[in-house]
């Protein structure tokens, strides 16, 4: 894979807005941005498909607010420039994090400030990159925020890093795919002989009189039925990725045994004192609570910090239902036998949206198989082809407004924040979600949203021409 950041000359684009008065220091911002490599664009009312740069003459109220309706509800990335360092505290910094913004750099005159925007900026286009391949390559699914942002933590952790990595979460949220995620990203920048193998390891099904065999191997006779000597699983990973399942289900013993592996990159088979060389990328994965594990003594703290360099949690299929649509639709294709897969009727896509997911995305997949097998021809999938077993749960449909949104309009409240403007937000972020959707196809996003083509077009209309009044 080439990734952009190969030639160190590449021109990285970014949407540019100024928060100020002083168009000299615009002017001259805008020209180190640009020789030190960073092509410009014009803001407007979306930029999700550039991350941006935002420069402030000042951290007061007023530009504070300016940056958090920049950034709200966008999923491009922001830098916050200040161009009065000689009044920035670090108080100021938090606050312009606070407001939306990824990072805070202070402009200082003859700094190299401008290269590092650029590195930043090139750093964040590579990871949408990773991203993008490695999801396309797995198959990984999904567009909600909360998704797209993990998976990019996770992509920047395994491509620029080797440390180890814990993924927790929920059973069926897909810890085993993130993991093979990390393996894929994190070996496409090595340069080795090896084959890069991912070797995955059970560790619930681990018999506990076999357990040393498994990760470190045997030699012959080193125990009864050694009938010839076997490499383990640290072997098999040199120069790969060792991925730990469900770690917290190992033995108190062989955590002794794995922590010395993993901090002195050797081991020795059973029944042998030659010690072996190993290096490959650690990646573990539990739906336990590992830090209430070591505390009642069932899991060791040197191990938990020695796996835990960097340390993930997936989302609850209930916390990402913006992408229950689109795994449905992807499960549909695998199970059915035509060329083309029938299409969900709005009942049923209803049905999908409104049931509670205790089983996270595994059991949405064998929901959809079942009501493919039942389903005939290639005509829209109705509620008559969901079996009778998942109909009595039909019956139960979400809380709406539920406590995220009552928890996001109480933190708007405190912030000061008006009627008038809660309203504006709301819906905008509404709009924007249903198109995004909807693929920006206009009419299918203006029924989602119960109005016409015609009020949707005015809407956007409308919202734009606040955002260019913003930004003059």
Not at 86 to 111: F, L, N, P, R
Not at 227 to 248: M, W, Y
Request: charged share 20%; aromatic share 6%; proline share 3%.
């Amino acid at each position: 894979m080439l990734l952009s950041n190969s030639p160190e000359n590449r021109k990285v684009e970014a949407w540019f807005q100024y928060l100020g008065s002083d168009k000299a220091a615009e002017s001259k911002v805008q020209a180190n941005l640009s020789a030190a490599g960073i092509q410009l664009r014009t803001v407007s009312n979306s930029h999700s498909n550039y991350h941006g740069i935002a420069c402030l003459s000042a951290v007061d109220s007023a530009s504070l607010t300016s940056l958090r309706e920049i950034c709200e509800g966008q999923r491009s990335l922001v830098i916050a420039i200040v161009t009065s360092p000689a009044d920035v505290t670090s108080s100021h910094c938090w606050q312009i994090i606070k407001a939306g913004a990824s990072d805070a750099v202070v402009w200082q005159e003859h700094s190299a400030a401008a290269k590092q925007v650029y590195a930043k900026l090139q750093r964040w286009i590579t990871t949408d990159e990773l991203v993008t391949w490695g999801t396309r390559e797995l198959g990984l699914i999904g567009d909600s925020d909360s998704w797209t942002t993990l998976l990019r933590s996770i992509a920047e952790a395994a491509h620029f890093t080797d440390i180890p990595i814990l993924v927790m979460g929920d059973s069926g949220t897909g810890k085993e795919l993130l993991a093979r995620l990390i393996h894929l990203v994190g070996t496409c920048r090595q340069n080795k002989t090896a084959q890069h193998e991912l070797i995955t390891v059970d560790c619930s099904t681990i018999v506990p009189e076999l357990s040393g065999s498994e990760l470190f191997g045997h030699e012959r006779g080193a125990f009864t039925n050694a009938v010839s000597p076997r490499e383990g699983a640290l072997a098999l990973a040199d120069g790969g990725t060792l991925f730990l399942d469900e770690v917290g289900e190992l033995p108190l013993l062989l955590q002794t045994q794995l922590l010395r592996a993993v901090q002195e990159k050797s081991y020795k088979r059973v029944g042998s004192n030659v010690w072996h060389e190993t290096d490959f990328r650690l990646v573990c994965a539990t739906n336990r609570d590992l830090a209430s594990q070591v505390e009642k003594g069932q899991f060791r703290l040197d191990l938990y910090h020695r796996i835990a360099g960097w340390t993930f949690r997936t989302i609850p299929l209930n916390q990402r239902r913006q992408d229950i649509i689109p795994l449905a639709c992807h499960f549909l294709r695998t199970c059915c036998s035509g060329d083309i897969a029938p299409e969900f009727d709005s009942a049923v896509r209803d049905y999908l949206l409104n049931r509670d997911y205790p089983g996270n995305v595994r059991e949405l997949f064998q929901l959809v198989r079942r009501i493919g097998n039942r389903h005939v021809g290639q005509w829209p999938i109705t509620l008559g082809d969901i079996p009778p077993q998942d109909v009595t749960r039909e019956g139960t449909s979400l809380a709406w407004p539920d406590e995220h949104l009552l928890a996001t309009i109480t933190n708007a409240l405190t912030l000061g924040i008006g009627l008038r403007k809660i309203n504006q937000v709301t819906t905008d972020t509404a709009i924007r979600l249903a198109l995004r959707s909807e693929k920006d196809n206009l009419p299918r996003a203006a029924r989602r949203l119960g109005v016409t083509d015609r009020a949707l077009q005015k809407r956007r209309a409308s919202t734009k021409v606040q955002a260019e009044s913003s930004a003059a």
